[in-house]
């Protein structure tokens, strides 16, 4: 985009953010980190971040921008993170306001096996009770449930190898996915 004016690539709803934000830059310094949309050969337009330097000249910015595209799925070991830090806000959820409003059985119940087939363990029903902080017999509920509409695989008479189905994962990658995914207008600061 050599040559090109920020002014061209710029949503119009965020030209007067660009520009304030622009006229912050000091000569020289570092890079500055700021987020705003810009237009695609299509017209709509994508929320970016992207780090700015201003160089000698007034006019000369260097950018690097970085995006999520709809449409393009994260790599396995993004939702991978993304399970760990859903687990790592639940359970400071259950550290900060307690157990007993800090329950969400088939969110970790998903979890905790999205968890275990990504790192390449297995799981039981114990395990996952114990994941979830729920009685076994409340897991095993759950887990029927979820088999029923064929998001689980599991045998009730095995201890082990709770799985989820290709179904179940590609909806447990889905809902992790949106990890990523923020609304337009989430994107934008005011």
Not at 7 to 12: C, E, M, N, Y
Not at 35 to 59: C, E, H, M, W
Not at 150 to 172: F, K, P, Y
């Amino acid at each position: 985009m050599i040559g090109t004016s920020y002014r061209q690539i710029t949503d119009p709803r965020d030209l007067k953010r660009s520009a304030d934000m622009l006229a912050a830059l000091t000569e020289g310094a570092a890079p500055i980190r700021l987020q705003k949309r810009y237009l695609l050969p299509d017209g709509t337009s994508i929320a970016a971040n992207l780090l700015v330097t201003r160089f000698s000249r007034p006019d000369r910015l260097i950018s690097t921008l970085f995006w999520r595209e709809s449409g393009r799925d994260p790599p396995p070991a993004r939702l991978w993170e993304a399970a760990l830090r859903i687990r790592h806000v639940h359970d400071a959820r259950i550290r900060l306001f307690g157990a007993d409003l800090s329950t969400d059985p088939i969110g970790s119940v998903l979890i905790g096996i999205y968890l275990a087939e990504a790192e390449g363990r297995s799981i039981g029903l114990g395990e996952i009770a114990t994941y979830a902080g729920i009685a076994s017999s409340t897991a095993a509920r759950w887990v029927t449930v979820l088999q029923q509409r064929g998001i689980v695989e599991w045998e009730q008479d095995a201890t082990i190898d709770l799985r989820l189905t290709q179904s179940g994962m590609d909806r447990v990658e889905a809902m992790l996915a949106t990890v990523y995914e923020a609304p337009d207008g989430a994107m934008m600061l005011a």
